[in-house]
């Protein structure tokens, strides 16, 4: 399952992954991302007018869009993975930096930064209404619900097909889903096979991920989370050859805490895990490491343990997928792993 976010400061986009975590399954942009001219969408590959049937009704899209506003941190990397540059966008860092990956497509499409509006009581209308965009993004949020009677006099609202899909739509369903709308679908195209290439180059150069049992936890204010849960969807740990524990079918995103007095329940062959919320967790990375139970498991004693960090946003991108971070992703987390897995 795929979590929409805005993606708020890190700890709490994080506090919503103990919910549900989408792992990613590959994301990014390809090598060539084009160029922007004036913000203006790049050359499409589309016919219009365009019509897209949408939980509310229908989405006509009558000339190819050129100013296109967004309403959450997925659907401006949507954007940009199109070689799109919003108009607007949600300022979901809130004055903090904006994540390396995205800060590097950004870049690559002619801009320093974006313009963004205050999201701190949701969506800002008249924001998006100043900047008259020709169409509005909005595939990759949960409150599209309230939104779309409001965004909708403003300009098309390209979301999706059915309310249940908010929250179960992969990344690339909804990436594809607005390259309709705005005529790019062999861009769309593009992205996604470039990602997969990633992957699977990745997983090619680290022959020694393959078969490797993992566990991943992260480390919530109210519990350890025992995140690669049997029904968790398949994502990047998968993706470059690990598989999960055979305990994973003992829990769900319903059923996923773990006690201090089952830290034995991470045993495995590789232990990933998390800190997002620091000393505000339930328990701070030195104390579960000096914890004597957790010292005693196997995995930590032969040092096939690791730590994703979070201060770089890298877990917040594990468990958020989305259009654009996947070549960043590998590039920072299978170091971490081919660390661990060689027990230094």
């Not at 929409?4 to 390809?30: E, I, M, N, W, Y």
Request: proline share 5%; charged share 25%.
């Amino acid at each position: 399952m795929y979590l929409p976010v805005r993606r708020r400061p890190l700890a709490a986009a994080l506090l919503a992954s103990a919910t549900c975590l989408g792992l990613l399954t590959g994301c990014g942009f390809s090598s060539d991302t084009g160029s922007s001219e004036g913000k203006a969408a790049t050359a499409g590959d589309g016919s219009f007018p365009v019509s897209l049937t949408n939980a509310w009704g229908r989405t006509e899209v009558k000339e190819k869009p050129v100013r296109v506003a967004t309403v959450s941190d997925g659907d401006t990397a949507i954007a940009l993975a199109l070689g799109v540059v919003p108009v607007i966008t949600p300022d979901v860092e809130d004055g903090d930096k904006v994540a390396e990956y995205k800060q590097r497509a950004i870049e690559k499409l002619g801009e320093k930064k974006l313009t963004t509006y205050d999201d701190t009581d949701g969506t800002d209308y008249e924001a998006i209404a100043a900047e008259e965009p020709d169409v509005i993004l909005g595939v990759n949020t949960w409150d599209m619900d309230a939104d779309y009677a409001k965004l909708s006099p403003i300009a098309p609202v390209v979301t999706f097909g059915d309310k249940k899909e908010s929250d179960t739509l992969t990344w690339q369903e909804r990436l594809r889903t607005a390259a309709e709308a705005l005529g790019l679908t062999a861009k769309a195209d593009a992205v996604i096979a470039a990602n997969e290439k990633t992957l699977k180059d990745a997983a090619a150069a680290h022959p020694e991920f393959k078969g490797k049992v993992y566990t991943y936890s992260v480390v919530h204010p109210e519990q350890i989370t025992y995140m690669s849960h049997a029904d968790q969807d398949p994502g990047v740990f998968e993706q470059l050859g690990l598989v999960k524990h055979p305990r994973s079918k003992n829990y769900s995103a319903d059923k996923n805490g773990v006690s201090l007095e089952n830290l034995d329940e991470l045993e495995s062959d590789l232990l990933l895990m998390t800190y997002p919320f620091g000393d505000e967790g339930l328990l701070s990375a030195s104390e579960l490491e000096s914890n004597k139970l957790f010292q005693s498991l196997d995995v930590v004693k032969k040092k096939h343990f690791a730590v994703v960090p979070s201060e770089n946003t890298l877990a917040s991108a594990i468990a958020y997928p989305d259009a654009l971070s996947a070549p960043w992703v590998v590039e920072n987390l299978t170091p971490i792993l081919a660390k661990a897995v060689a027990g230094k």
